[in-house]
């Protein structure tokens, strides 16, 4: 881009902005133009969770034996009293300078602060059940795809009807109940000391969240394989002598690597999603327990909070993912 | 006159034979209906089949284990685990398939408009259906569950509010391809208005493949309003729900696993019925 | 003749559902012989090549065959482009080949793969920056292709349609360079294509198939030019104004 505008100079007069973009580089500016609209959307919609409530929030808060002071003065805290612009204004201002959504009505600390301090263990949970569902996808759908119509592989086109219906709190339930309960080999719920104890009390979450996405993944990195499998730079190299496992390895699992990144660039949402239910099955102090300590206290702002950084979190993962997969191939790497 | 009617019966009689062996011929198809049929028997049948009332309490028989008595033993307050496990697939089934009713009209209806007439329409529906694609599914059902009031009316207006996406995103793919066919186009320069396009030509096209979204969405809708009665947003006790039957269970996983085990199997019943008969249903539509 | 160095010996090949493909298919080649098997699409050119050298598609089986090879095989397909891993630079994958054949180190590999590069009079650029299949035009990739072929030091080439894909004029220039190698190289040919005339160039003998059998055999020159089954008769004159063999180019 930079070269662009120094050798073309002369074309400053054709200016607006899609005369100065390579039209290599004009997707980047597409999606960042999305990404940037559906981010102010997202912080339209946040700012009207508190106001989508029928009656009065206030009231919400202060329970139905509450004095028409005590009301009013919570209006004004929340900033109700506002013309409706205004409070949008007050909002977004608060929003850039201090990137929280107001301070909590009950604990009276910014919900950054509070947000930050539970963050870590959520994202780790995140993390693992991630790492966790890729790892085992990609083995389960390796062995699919090379043995096409076999035991595993009808077991792994029939696993999504089956766990389309299980309700992943239940998952979770269960697991506690033979792995926990029974054979004690995790412990029931709760956090351990330490990273190792962190790690090993996460691990049966971890497995829980990993679960309910695993079988749509390994379906269709499955049928990735297939198509790589049977594609003919496969065959080419099969006949030109390569081993198979080399083969399977250098160039397959490579080959059906991306489509399984975009996957799970779509798929963050729903992770995120489900891990705060898990983590509320778990006794998991994190994002998930704040949120629901916000839902009994009827704390308006940290709930806010917590649906804004999760939609912008998600919002950023699909953007850099969309950049990494056309990093990652070359036909497309020349476009960045 | 006459032999014109006859002919047309027999047509129809034709058309449902011909219906009736498509459903035969198609294993998943026939095996979902089946399983369905059954659960919706057994859902209606309800107060046949148990001798007991899902709120009977009987304090002198708590937490018992399976008998011939109590078939799946009793809960915490001694109410029959079977019976309300059967009365909760009445109140569960029937918000299930109340709230799909909404979303499943607009979302078809916003999906064959954004696919129908792209530009402007589209972008708004893209951005709309992207922003609340952001928002993890169930962060944004327990949010707006809450604001809305606990209960049967946030889980409709919830799903009021996020249920249509689905639709909308499949449709809106479905209806741009067919916007780009020959008899589409044929159509319009034939002078027929968008409208009436869409509403006899499109729609039939689309309907099919809604049906099918119809049928996983629809499970996703009972988890969802599962998992919202066992984080105590949802229905609210003491009407019998899969959801907060699991999560009173929970207390007591130690000693009486199956209080939570069994309504969640109920819950994994429904979910393979429907998926089963969507899986056919696309098959069929396939083969066509 | 000399000794075979492939031998056919009733291939029949069938679906799992049963569906006749190939049946009793049978032919021997000598060392340094090129056989051409013409036919129209679905007539089981294709997959008589790919048993030989034991890649059918999935779902295909062999009902019975007897194949005889005295020699290492090797194959160059359809499309040059898709027959190149997209995401692998193409000298890299050239490598690969030349160092699980020629059991190399990977630096010497390397450098053998440039001597191929050169062989196959590719340009130099390609040894200097990592390049994608995708940036070569389609003559580029057959090239690469061929050149992979030839790493694997075969003694039969399997060559499928290799110029069906591509452009008129750089049909012949593949062609030429397939027959140069051959006379550098020696090795034997079977060259399967619907394209008579190309046939006609490169191949001394010749089976003609029809739904999974061939229907006729001979020296090229007698088979074209004196055809004897329906089938081959109509073949040449829907094909071709007749090519005129006094003149044709002695490459």
Request: charged share 15%; glycine share 8%.
């Amino acid at each position: 881009m930079i070269k662009l505008s120094a050798t073309g100079g002369r074309f400053k007069k054709l200016s607006g902005l899609s005369a100065k973009i390579a039209p290599s580089h004009r997707w980047l500016v597409r999606a960042l133009i999305r990404a940037v609209s559906v981010v102010f959307c997202v912080v339209v919609a946040v700012f009207f969770i508190i106001r989508i409530v029928p009656g009065d929030p206030a009231k919400m808060i202060l329970g139905q034996y509450a004095t028409p002071q005590a009301i009013e003065s919570m209006h004004h805290r929340l900033g109700l009293d506002l013309p409706i612009w205004e409070q949008f204004i007050r909002f977004v201002q608060n929003l850039v300078t201090h990137g929280d959504t107001g301070t909590s009505i009950v604990l009276g600390t910014s919900t950054r602060t509070l947000i930050a301090e539970r963050a870590p263990v959520t994202l780790l949970l995140i993390a693992m059940a991630s790492l966790l569902a890729i790892i085992v996808s990609i083995v389960l759908a390796t062995v699919a795809a090379t043995h096409k119509n076999g035991v595993l592989d009808h077991l792994i086109r029939i696993l999504p009807t089956v766990t389309l219906g299980m309700p992943i709190f239940w998952v979770g339930l269960l697991l506690i109940i033979f792995l926990s309960v029974r054979l004690r080999w995790f412990p029931v719920g709760g956090v351990g000391q330490g990273l190792g104890g962190m790690l090993y009390s996460l691990m049966l979450p971890a497995i829980t969240v990993a679960f309910a996405h695993i079988p749509t993944l390994v379906r269709s990195l499955r049928t990735q394989m297939l198509e790589v499998l049977e594609s003919d730079f496969v065959v080419t190299l099969k006949a030109a002598g390569i081993p198979n496992r080399v083969i399977l390895v250098k160039h397959v699992l490579r080959n059906s690597a991306l489509p399984a990144l975009m996957l799970l660039g779509v798929n963050i949402s729903y992770l995120i999603g489900g891990t705060l239910v898990v983590e509320q099955v778990f006794g998991i102090e994190g994002i998930g327990s704040l949120l629901f300590s916000a839902i009994s206290n009827r704390d308006f702002p940290i709930i806010q909070g917590i649906a804004l950084y999760c939609a912008i979190s998600v919002e950023i993962i699909s953007f850099l993912v969309e950049i990494a997969s056309r990093f990652l191939d070359p036909r497309t790497k020349g476009e960045l | 006159m006459k032999s014109i009617q006859l002919d047309t019966q027999l047509q129809e009689n034709r058309k449902g034979k011909s219906l009736l062996k498509k459903v035969l011929n198609t294993p998943p198809l026939l095996w979902g209906g089946m399983m369905f049929a059954l659960l919706i028997g057994v859902a209606v049948f309800a107060p046949v089949i148990s001798p007991y009332q899902p709120s009977h309490q009987n304090l002198f028989a708590i937490l018992q284990p399976p008998s011939t008595k109590h078939w799946l033993g009793t809960d915490q307050l001694g109410r029959d685990l079977f019976t309300r496990v059967i009365y909760a697939a009445r109140t569960d089934l029937s918000i299930m398939v109340l709230a799909e009713v909404i979303p499943f009209c607009t979302g078809v209806f916003l999906g064959m408009l954004a696919g129908y007439y792209g530009k402007w329409i589209d972008t708004l529906i893209t951005l709309i259906t992207d922003t609340l694609i952001a928002f993890p599914f169930y962060l944004i059902v327990i949010i707006v569950a809450f604001a809305s009031g606990a209960g049967q009316k946030g889980i409709y207006i919830t799903f009021i509010l996020v249920g249509w996406i689905v639709y909308a995103r499949v449709i809106k793919g479905l209806s741009a391809s067919f916007r780009k066919q020959e008899w589409i186009a044929a159509a319009q320069t034939l002078g027929i208005p968008g409208v009436k396009i869409i509403l006899r030509h499109l729609l039939p096209n689309v309907l099919p493949q809604a049906v099918v979204v119809l049928m996983t969405d629809m499970v996703g809708l009972l988890v969802a309003i599962v998992t919202l009665g066992y984080l105590g947003i949802g229905i609210a006790p003491p009407t019998p729900d899969w959801g907060t039957m699991i999560s009173d269970g929970q207390s007591f996983i130690a000693t009486a696993w199956w209080l939570s085990a069994v309504p969640g199997c109920a819950v994994v019943y429904t979910g393979i019925a429907l998926s089963l008969v969507g899986d056919g249903l696309a098959d069929i539509w396939r083969r066509k | 003749m000399m000794a075979p160095i492939l031998e056919v010996e009733k291939l029949s090949l069938a679906t799992r559902s049963k569906k006749k493909l190939v049946s009793n298919v049978s032919f021997t080649i000598g060392r340094g012989e090129s056989m051409g098997l013409v036919g129209e699409s679905g007539s089981g050119k294709s997959l008589t090549l790919r048993s030989i050298i034991g890649l059918l598609p999935p779902g295909i089986e062999q009902v019975s065959a007897n194949i005889r090879c005295s020699g290492r095989c090797a194959m160059i397909f359809q499309d040059p482009i898709g027959a190149l891993d997209p995401l692998c630079p193409v000298v890299g994958q050239l490598a690969e080949v030349v160092a699980y054949n020629q059991k190399v180190s990977r630096k010497a590999s390397r450098k053998i793969a440039f001597e191929l590069l050169d062989m196959l009079g590719l340009p130099a650029s390609l040894k200097q920056k990592d390049r994608y299949p995708h940036q070569l035009s389609g003559g580029q990739c057959q090239r690469i292709v061929i050149a992979m072929a030839l790493a694997c030091k075969p003694d039969i080439l399997l060559c499928d349609e290799p110029t069906t894909a591509l452009d008129v004029t750089v049909q012949h220039q593949i062609l030429e360079i397939i027959t140069r190698l051959q006379k550098e190289l020696g090795f034997a040919m079977v060259f399967v294509t619907h394209n008579l005339a190309i046939v006609s160039s490169m191949c001394s003998r010749l089976c003609v198939m029809k739904e999974g059998q061939i229907i006729e055999r001979g020296d090229t020159l007698t088979l074209l030019q004196n055809p004897q089954n329906p089938y081959t008769q109509r073949l040449i004159s829907s094909v071709l104004p007749v090519p005129d063999f006094e003149r044709r180019p002695v490459l």
